[in-house]
T-cell receptor
Framework: DPKIIQKPKYLVAVTGSEKILICEQY?????MYWYRQSAKKPLEFMFS???????DNQTASSRFQPQSSKKNHLDLQITALKPDDSATYFC???????????FGAGTRLSVL | SQLAEENLWALSVHEGESVTVNCSYK?????LQWYRQKSGEGPAQLILIRSNEREKRNGRLRATLDTSSQSSSLSITATRCEDTAVYFCATDEHYGGSGNKLIFGTGTLLSVKP
């Protein structure tokens, strides 16, 4: 069974709309992250949370807002969607001070 | 700017052959990690090698780290078709307290043919 669940697996949205990407982890980790993977680009760090607190934000746009309602949840709200936002978004977690990341299977977002 | 970079976009080998993927990085590190990403999946860690280590093994995988030249390699022996994937190196930035940030290279696509 997957330990990091991302929903949905595929998502199609129209320009200007808003979507929420869901992430739940069942590894008991205290740190969670969002990464983005676009075509022909490396995995790009977006956010990190530790104990539900924002640790780092490398996303220039405020249209991307992480939301942590529970310790093992880190959702990603994206507003005013643009075609350039099309990418696969990966949620990950790590056991705190150790630096191995465990990734979910990703949400593939297409903005038309 | 990108902190870690694999040296080749793509490699192709036949099953049973050995292959090496190289990576260079630009800053001092506490550790370097190798990840593999198969089609349709998230990346999965293969090996973590710390800055005071020169070599690390995991089954058919062997990673080396040369901090003087800021480079690392990942060798796979007796390759199998299921080794077909993109291989990334990643370096870390640490915060105080919990949490960390990994910076990934662009990846090397390895194709293992029957």
């Amino acid at each position: 069974d997957p330990k990091i669940i991302q929903k949905p697996k595929y998502l199609v949205a129209v320009t200007g709309s808003e979507k929420i990407l869901i992430c739940e982890q069942y590894l008991g980790h205290n740190a969670m992250y969002w990464y983005r993977q676009s075509a022909k680009k490396p995995l790009e760090f977006m956010f990190s949370y530790s104990y539900q607190k924002l640790m780092d934000n490398q996303t220039a746009s405020s249209r991307f807002q992480p939301q942590s309602s529970k310790k093992n949840h880190l959702d990603l709200q994206i507003t005013a969607l643009k075609p350039d936002d099309s990418a696969t978004y990966f949620c990950a977690s790590s056991p705190g001070s150790q630096n191995t990341l465990y990734f979910g299977a990703g949400t593939r977002l297409s903005v038309l | 700017s990108q902190l870690a970079e694999e040296n080749l976009w793509a490699l192709s080998v036949h099953e049973g052959e050995s292959v090496t993927v190289n990576c260079s990085y630009k800053t001092s590190i506490t550790a370097l990690q190798w990840y593999r990403q198969k089609s349709g999946e998230g990346p999965a860690q293969l090996i973590l090698i710390r800055s005071n280590e020169r070599e690390k093994r995991n089954g058919r995988l062997r990673a080396t780290l040369d901090t003087s030249s800021q480079s690392s390699s990942l060798s796979i022996t007796a390759t199998r078709c299921e080794d077909t994937a993109v291989y990334f190196c990643a370096t870390d930035e640490h915060y105080g307290g919990s949490g960390n940030k990994l910076i990934f290279g662009t990846g090397t696509l390895l194709s293992v043919k029957p």
